[in-house]
């Protein structure tokens, strides 16, 4: 399997709301950072996607375009989702759920060696995204 569609699969497993086969596509000890820096995998990555699972059932993403070279890809992509679950925020906080849409597209970074994801990186608007859940002034 390619690079690229060992990447897409990662990102079927989140559409389908299956964090566990989402994990299932990374290497043990994988390197994965987001918005909010690096995540302790497995356990930290588990309550990143689960919290954005509850957060935003159904969620989506869609590929807009991905450049693969070797064992690396890059996608880019939109991520779209209501959150109908309450979010919790970097600071501690919970924001209770707000019935909002968000979009957010997004760029993510992939190596992967032996079929399985070593390292993914995620690079995204978190204050834009926050801003949209916010109500209107």
């Not at 990555?45 to 954005?52: D, E, K, P, S, T």
């Not at 869609?62 to 959150?83: C, M, P, R, S």
């Not at 970074?109 to 995204?129: E, M, P, Q, T």
Request: with cysteine.
């Amino acid at each position: 399997m390619s690079s690229r569609a060992i990447a897409e699969s990662y990102f079927r497993a989140l559409d389908a709301g299956d964090v566990e086969a989402a994990l299932r596509c990374f290497a043990p000890g994988a390197e994965f950072v987001s918005p909010l820096g690096p995540l302790p995998f497995p356990d930290g990555v588990r309550a990143y996607l689960q919290g954005f699972d509850v957060s935003f059932p159904g969620a989506r993403v869609t590929i807009t375009n991905a450049v693969e070279a070797g064992d690396q890809v890059a996608i880019e992509a939109l991520w779209v989702g209501k959150q109908t679950g309450p979010l919790p925020l970097p600071d501690g906080r919970t924001l209770a759920p707000t019935g909002r849409e968000a979009r957010a597209p997004f760029a993510g970074l992939f190596r992967v060696r032996d079929g399985r994801i070593v390292a993914h990186r995620a690079y995204w608007d978190l204050a834009g995204f926050l801003a949209q859940l916010q109500p209107a002034a």
